[in-house]
């Protein structure tokens, strides 16, 4: 009896192959099995090829693929800060906490060229890298990605957006300041309704 109660087998000690380990069960010997034929797994149908790659023929798309709103700002502001502002800073100058401790100063997203640039570009570059940049499509589902972009554009509107693209209501919340000509200081982006890029 006590030979055979040593012969159990508990959850935590499972039979189980370790990755591109060998079996014989298969007549190819792969553990390690392909997916079958003609089939998705679920949540990767990826049907809607520009959501999932900001691009059209190859091009970068200049919209996003649905209305931006509040809540899709905020969202992008909370994955922004988290996974790019350590080198991109909250201002999305360059700045970040990484960079001024030794890490290769990224371009700030307030230059002309990046200004000009459409938002597929930004989700590709957040999708795949650019330079020093990793991809973050791992760590950033797509949604999160376009959220994201459409932050970064807020940012941009936040920074150079003249006293005539506010509303009235907008202007009387800014600190008075005397012949001011842009918006630099406010710090809450800019209503969705401004964003470069309507939906499609």
Partial sequence: MLLLAGCRQDMH????????AQSDFFADQRSARAPVEGTVARGHLNDDTYFYTGKVSGQAGEVFPYPV???MLARGQERFNIYCSPCHSRLG????????RGLKHPPSYHEERLRKSPPGYFFD???NGFGQMQDYSYQIQPADRWAIVAYIRAL???QGAKLYDLTPA????LPAAPMAT???????PM???????EAR
């Fill in 13 to 20: 000690d499972q039979p189980r192959y370790k990755p591109l």
């Fill in 69 to 71: 709103n509040a809540a």
């Fill in 93 to 100: 100058d360059g700045n970040g906490m990484i960079v001024q």
């Fill in 125 to 127: 570059v957040i999708s």
């Fill in 156 to 158: 941009q509107l936040s």
């Fill in 170 to 173: 907008e202007r009387a919340q």
């Fill in 182 to 188: 842009t918006a630099k200081a406010v710090a809450q």
């Fill in 191 to 197: 209503a969705p309704k401004a964003l470069k890029g």
